[in-house]
């Protein structure tokens, strides 16, 4: 028998040598534009294989208008976190390109050196 996913909360029943089953989520507290309360939810889901394969992805699901800059914030710590648990290789490519890019903006804000 396959054991469910560590991270899964819910799973679904097999069908056809895979089942269907969701991870941990985070939520972003939100109000639109008009008072109306709408949380940004990330979220991991996946599918499992009767082999023990698993095929995990983030679904994002965002208002239709604008959001604030902590808000945006705290969007992307959550979609870190759910790279982080659904392809620990991505997070280590993020985290480096995410480093050199902060490299390359800091040396093109640098004042030119006088000489």
Do not use: C
């Not at 941990?24 to 889901?45: C, D, F, K, L, M």
């Not at 992307?76 to 995410?98: G, V, W």
């Amino acid at each position: 028998m396959t054991a469910k996913p560590e991270d899964a909360t819910s799973i679904g029943p097999w069908e056809e040598g895979r089942r269907l089953f969701d991870g941990q989520s985070w939520t972003v507290e939100h109000t639109t534009h008009n008072g109306r309360p709408y949380p940004i939810t990330v979220a991991v889901i996946g599918k499992q294989y009767d082999d023990g394969r698993v095929q995990r992805r983030i679904v994002v699901d965002v208002p239709g208008d604008p959001i604030t800059t902590a808000e945006a914030r705290q969007v992307i710590e959550a979609l870190t976190e759910a790279i982080a648990m659904s392809d620990p290789e991505a997070m280590d490519r993020a985290s480096n390109e995410i480093a050199e890019g902060r490299k390359t903006s800091q040396l093109a804000n640098r004042p030119p050196r006088k000489g």
